[in-house]
């Protein structure tokens, strides 16, 4: 190793252990502050929806199902109707997915579920509770369903019984009042035509249609229809293709369907690696009671759908271009809109009257920023290392003000960064980024320098030999 990389080194090394230092001081002289910081750094990085006007929006809060899947929460939407929050089913896992998109359960105006399979129902209790904890009200969970939903709701009002006691005498009657725990059913018998549905809710220019599917020999199983000033979508819940679904669906703006790819099922059906005979049968057993992604895309084509999202697929789906397509099949060719497979944080906003369809992922847009700053600041040190080779073999380029004008920029940068953390606690990372582009200034410009000086002796050597062969 040269000297003046050994020099560069040793300046990097010295500048981190000194801000490590001046740290770990902080941290043992203002402990209150630095904990206080770091707790609220986790809450400010929560992403959130973004900005959203007045219409009908949809999130995917889960896009799985019973088969195992890091990536997704069991099946479960969350429906925006102007200032309305609804939530249409409770997959296991779905209220933490919720919250990690940055949406509080305290914002749930009610619950609508489709049928009451586990996957489906799972995180109802969790959802109630946190609804009453997060938010304080003194009115129960509104959960609207098919007949029997009322012995759902009782059975998991009973089963948080004391959980809810226990709150209430701890944290007081004046926010946690015992009448807002829990949920309160909203039961509608539509009988069981294969053509039947019903307007169940209808307020503040919300109206939501509840139908008749077939997941036989589940009964109930319904879908739901939201409208909401010009624009509409609809939720499947578990279904095989069913005339009412296709009925409902026409001309919607949005139908968030439920898929299984049988071809895709037999393959894990013949796997060795099951471990398990009985999950062989299961796996034989499912398809006959589940809609497959092309008769799906089959369904929105004659509804005359304009945009169609799968949710709540089986088997798992991994987030890659081709195992997206090999699950769709020919899907894509029989549909003529446009079609998506849905990830947990899928956002779809629809503004009121109009014709947008506007779509996001909460979740990767949290999880990308980090990753950008990264390959920012790798670039910076590339371009940092090019000038600097710049500099040895370019012997007349002038680079002083180039160092200047970037160490004014990156000491601004800097400078944002540890007011930002300091002054609104927001994301410890942060103060990271802010150390590691200081430790990259000083580098940078210590290994410019370093260049110049290389250069400039380089030069005077060349002069001195100039003036020899001249003498």
């Given at each position: 190793m040269k000297k003046k990389h050994k020099i560069a080194l040793g300046v990097t090394v010295s500048v981190v252990v000194a801000l490590s230092i001046t740290a770990g001081i902080f941290y043992f002289t203002q402990p209150t502050w630095f904990t206080r910081t770091i707790v609220n750094s986790q809450i400010e990085s929560a992403p959130g929806y973004p900005e959203i006007d007045d219409g009908l929006h949809a999130l995917l809060v889960g896009t799985g199902s019973p088969i195992n899947d890091p990536s997704r929460a069991g099946p479960s939407v969350l429906v925006i109707a102007g200032e309305k929050h609804f939530v249409v089913d409770t997959g296991p896992g779905s209220t933490a997915s919720l919250v990690t998109s940055g949406i509080s359960p305290a914002e749930v105006d009610a619950v609508f579920l489709t049928h009451y399979h586990s996957d489906h129902i799972g995180d109802l209790g969790e959802l109630m509770l946190q609804r009453w904890a997060l938010g304080g009200s003194n009115e129960s969970l509104p959960v609207y369903g098919p007949v029997n939903v009322t012995s759902i709701v009782d059975g998991f009002n009973d089963a948080y019984y004391l959980d809810s006691i226990y709150r209430n005498e701890h944290h007081g009657e004046e926010n946690m009042p015992i009448n807002g725990s829990g949920g309160v059913a909203m039961e509608f018998d539509i009988g069981n035509g294969t053509m039947a549905s019903q307007v169940i809710y209808d307020q503040d220019n919300v109206e939501v249609t509840m139908f008749n599917v077939d997941h036989f020999p589940v009964y109930p199983?319904?879908?739901?229809?939201?409208?909401?000033?010009?624009?509409?979508?609809?939720i499947s819940g578990d279904t095989v293709y069913s005339e009412n679904l296709e009925t409902q669906s026409t001309n919607v703006d949005l139908l968030i369907g439920e898929a299984l790819n049988p071809e895709l099922v037999a393959i894990m059906e013949e796997s060795d690696d099951l471990g398990d005979e009985n999950a062989g049968v299961v796996l034989h057993d499912i398809p006959d009671y589940h809609i497959t992604p092309w008769e799906m895309a089959t369904l929105a084509e004659n509804a005359n759908v304009e945009y169609l999202v799968y949710y709540h697929m089986i088997p798992p789906v991994p987030n890659s271009g081709v195992a997206k397509k090999v699950f769709l099949g020919n899907s894509s060719v029989i549909y003529s809109g446009d079609i998506d497979i849905g990830m947990d944080g899928f956002f779809i906003s629809m503004p009121a009257h109009s014709e947008k369809i506007i779509t996001t992922n909460l979740l990767e847009r949290s999880a990308a920023r980090p990753a950008l700053v990264l390959i920012v600041n790798l670039v910076i040190l590339g371009l940092m290392f090019g000038a600097g080779r710049l500099i040895?073999?370019?012997?007349?380029?002038k680079v002083k003000p180039i160092i200047m004008v970037y160490s004014?920029?990156?000491?601004?940068?800097?400078l944002t960064r540890i007011g930002s953390f300091v002054t609104t606690g927001f994301a410890a990372s942060t103060l990271i980024y802010a150390l590691v582009e200081a430790t990259m200034l000083v580098w940078s410009v210590f290994y410019l320098n370093q260049n110049i000086k290389s250069r400039d002796k380089t030069n005077l050597k060349s002069k001195n030999k100039q003036s020899v062969v001249a003498a």
């Open positions: 199983a319904v879908g739901f229809k939201f409208e909401y000033k010009g624009r509409s979508l609809v040895t073999k370019k012997r007349e380029l004014i920029l990156m000491g601004f940068l800097i």
